[in-house]
């Protein structure tokens, strides 16, 4: 396994974790051998890494794509499928990998084994967002976008001794998306392709008017920043769930996209709709924030500037290391006595160690 994490025995949930991006990591190979098998010509290929907030609709969005009608189970490590576009007659087939990094920020670092040497010139990242949930949507965007960008600059440092011009080649693409744009030397254009989907809109439409411009402006510079494309969905609404699958097989299989100037949205009374480049700084105003404020605030890039912003009207809430019902180790399904019996007896040796702690600190 390409990701450091802990030993198997350290902790269960990591056990479980890995376990499961092992199964994903044969499917791939077994899809390989199977493609072998079957005498199909290769194609183009691609890699789409899906990471997002949790319960977001991941999993949704790309049975929609695959044109699968089945109820979407929760994810839970990292999972592995793909899809395949034959192309002309005869048996030539492109195929898009889909990785799903599932569990909110919980396994982000599980992002290393999707994004590797041999794949990274082919590979995009769509980052889920949920909108029903501002007080969350900071701190995983910035977490997994983190952990992405870590794992991308990691690969592009391994592969300069063996290509050298690896790192110009993958920035210029960058470049190339966002166009001939007057922001261009402002912004931080994100490596790979990068797609920011805003979900649950059904839900997002009914905020106060004033939260829907706050969350809506944030995320717009936010994808700015990035270089990103940025459109709400809503699993809700067949139009928007329609443009989500046109912008997945734009990603998978450089399908076009009829998107244009006049189709594109910035008004966050709809749905916004915003592709690479097509958005400004000077459109996108200000951050909302008081000049006091601002004097208060010690930032040192415009981003630190938006994120104190955004967060003094959303406080962020913890979503990367708690423990709850959504736990998968605590879930029932994977109910197990003997490994159970372990995690109760690891838990009461933590709130010993715990006691003891505090125990030490009272006494002084």
Known sequence: MPVKMPQKGDNILWDLAIHEVEQSVQMEDHFRDQ???????????????????????????????????????PTTALEYTFGRKAKGHNMTKDVAHIWELGGGTFLSELVEVSIKEENILSSSVMLILDLSHPNELWVTMEVLLKA????????????????????????????????????????????????????KYDIFQDFDSEKRKIIGRTLR???????????????????????????????????????NMKMAN?????????????????????????????????????????????????????????????????????????????????????LQYRNQVDLKLHNG
Request: glycine share 6%; proline share 7%; net charge negative.
């Open 35 to 73: 493609e072998d098998n079957e005498g199909t010509q290769a194609g183009i290929e691609s890699t789409i890494i899906l990471m997002g907030s949790k319960s977001a609709g991941k999993t949704s969005i790309i049975l929609r794509f695959l044109e699968k009608e089945e109820h979407p189970k």
């Open 148 to 199: 992405a960008l870590k794992r991308i600059e990691k690969v592009m440092d391994k592969l300069l001794t063996a290509s050298p011009r690896i790192h110009e080649e993958i920035m210029n693409r960058s470049r190339k998306r966002f166009g001939d744009h007057p922001d261009l030397n402002m912004i931080d254009p994100f490596p790979l392709p990068l797609v920011i989907v805003g979900t």
């Open 221 to 259: 510079f936010v994808a700015h920043h990035y270089g990103a494309t940025l459109q709400f969905c809503s699993s809700k609404h067949e139009g928007l769930m329609n443009r989500t699958k046109a912008q997945f097989g734009h990603l998978a299989f450089g399908a076009p996209l009829s998107i």
């Open 266 to 350: 910035f008004d966050h009374h709809k749905p916004m709709m915003i592709p690479f480049g097509m958005d400004s700084l000077e459109q996108i105003g200000l951050p909302p924030m008081s000049e006091v404020d601002v004097h208060h605030l010690k930032v040192g890039t415009p981003m630190d500037l938006w994120k104190g912003a955004y967060t003094s009207f959303f406080p962020q809430q913890s979503v990367g290391n708690r423990l709850s019902i959504d736990d998968p180790a605590r879930d029932t399904q994977y109910k197990e006595a003997a490994v159970d019996s372990v995690r109760e007896q690891k838990d009461k040796d933590l």
